[in-house]
């Protein structure tokens, strides 16, 4: 089966500044990967690249099949990136941010209720404009748009920040399910107990550069109700 | 791409009827701007109705800049630039639904403020096709090239003073094409106002040209 994300040697800028320097990394169709490192490794530049946001001026780096260094506009709409910002419109109400994500990603809009009510946003908040919500509420309505956009590719960065408990239990409960549709999630996450717990497979990034990987926990795993990684080499990155 | 175009309008302008910047803060600005021109004319009735036309126009370029500001400091807060690219959304789709709505704002100032230069200033309206063609061409020029300078200023972090500077010069052919017309259009000058359309629909032509093929690149680099 061909790896949801394949990169080799993938190199990317900022400026003139190598924010990824060399990263190889293969994720499989329906597998959770942990990103882990410092603040500054290069884990959100990581899930950027892999977003189509990043151009990556040299090695290899094929997502869903599509070529990054050719064309990364191609791969954007069979992906989501949950970010640090929540790219909502302060001034358009839950139901509006929301709908319009879904419609401008060709996605269908019938998903966006659903959504809205499984991430709790019921009652007068659809009709909330974003800049009265606090900021764990608009973290929900991100991942509502995610939920209702349901792409391909799930790329999760620092997903549980902001939420309180009851909503990063329903997270972890939202990530497996999407797995369970055949979705594939790569998550960057300071949230190690959480995390570890979700992965299948955990990755370590520093300075820009991927080290070998780590199998989760036959223990983690399981709960995870992830595959184990039995040979890391064949998902491993170099 | 007009799938795409129609879902940013509807988005931009969604936007601005909540927030309603346009009615509460750019149309009362560009009335000030109207009265202090007034002020400067020392009420002079002979001298507004004969400058009127390019006053009108200049508190348009001024209200352009800040409806081209406001629509690209929309997409720079919290990541929605990103959302944006990541949606998939046609770059030329962006373009003109953001030009429509920019557009579509001047419209209403532009009838505001038409209002005011006939009571402050004592215009009339001779020709009013020609003043409506006028403000149709003219109007989508500064939509046009205000979209594909609010996009090349907008990743900078001078953008709020640079874009003036950018901008300004680059209208002037609409301010002196839009201004002619509605001299012609009230009676004031010699000469047929509608050759100066021509000018005024070459500029609109270039700049929505330019804006659907560039702003998918523009954006990428912003």
Redesign the interface.
């Known amino acids: 089966m061909d790896p949801v994300i394949r990169l080799r040697s993938a190199v990317a800028l900022v400026g003139r500044f190598p924010v990824l320097a060399g990263v190889d990394l293969d994720v499989s169709p329906a597998e959770i990967v942990l990103l882990q490192g410092a603040n500054g490794a290069g884990k959100t530049s990581i899930l950027r690249a892999c977003a189509g946001l990043l151009r990556v001026v040299a090695g290899e780096a094929y997502v869903l099949g599509v070529d990054l260094t050719i064309d990364a506009r191609a791969v954007r709409r069979r992906v989501g990136l949950l970010g640090h910002a929540t790219a909502l419109y302060d001034d358009l109400t839950v139901v509006d941010n929301v709908t319009f994500a879904v419609r401008a990603s060709g996605a269908d809009r019938a998903g966006v209720a659903p959504a809205l009510a499984h991430l709790g946003l019921t009652g007068r908040l659809p009709q909330t404009r974003v800049a009265a919500l606090s900021a764990g509420q608009r973290r929900r309505v991100a991942l509502a748009t995610l939920v209702a956009r349901d792409p391909e590719l799930w790329l999760l960065d620092e997903p549980h920040a902001g939420l309180d408990a009851e909503h990063r239990d329903l997270l972890d409960e939202l990530i497996l399910a999407a797995v369970g549709r055949g979705r594939t999630v790569v998550l960057a996450s300071h949230e190690r107990h959480r995390a570890h717990a979700l992965a299948g497979r955990i990755v370590t990034v520093a300075g820009g550069a991927t080290a070998p990987a780590v199998p989760a926990t036959p223990g983690d795993t399981a709960s995870a109700g992830s595959p184990v990684v039995a040979d890391p080499e064949a998902t491993s990155v170099a | 791409m007009w799938r795409?175009a129609l879902?940013?309008a509807g988005?931009d302008l969604?936007?601005e009827a909540?927030?309603r910047v346009t009615t509460n803060q750019v149309a009362p600005y560009a009335l000030v701007v109207l009265l202090l021109f007034g002020f400067a004319f020392n009420q002079d009735r002979y001298v507004l109705t004969h400058v009127g036309p390019g006053l009108f126009w200049i508190a348009v370029l001024l209200c352009a800049l800040l409806a081209v500001q406001r629509s690209f400091s929309?997409e720079s807060?919290?990541?929605?630039r990103?959302?944006?690219?990541?949606?998939?959304?046609d770059g030329g789709g962006i373009f003109l639904g953001k030009a429509m709505a920019i557009a579509a704002q001047l419209a209403v100032l532009e009838v505001i403020l038409a209002l005011g230069v006939v009571v402050l200033f004592g215009t009339r309206m001779a020709d009013p096709l020609l003043l409506v063609v006028t403000c149709a061409l003219a109007t989508a020029g500064l939509a046009a090239a205000g979209t594909v300078y609010g996009v090349m200023a907008a990743g900078l972090r001078v953008r709020e003073t640079l874009l003036p500077l950018l901008l300004l010069p680059v209208l002037a052919p609409v301010l002196l094409g839009a201004t002619q017309a509605w001299l012609a259009a009230i009676g004031l000058a010699t000469g047929s106002g509608w050759r100066w359309l021509t000018l005024l629909a070459a500029f609109a032509a270039i700049y929505l040209t330019l804006g659907v093929l560039a702003f998918?690149t523009l954006l990428?680099e912003a």
């Open positions: 795409d879902l940013v988005k969604r936007v909540r927030s929309l807060a919290d990541g929605a990103d959302g944006l690219r990541l949606s998939g959304l998918g990428e």
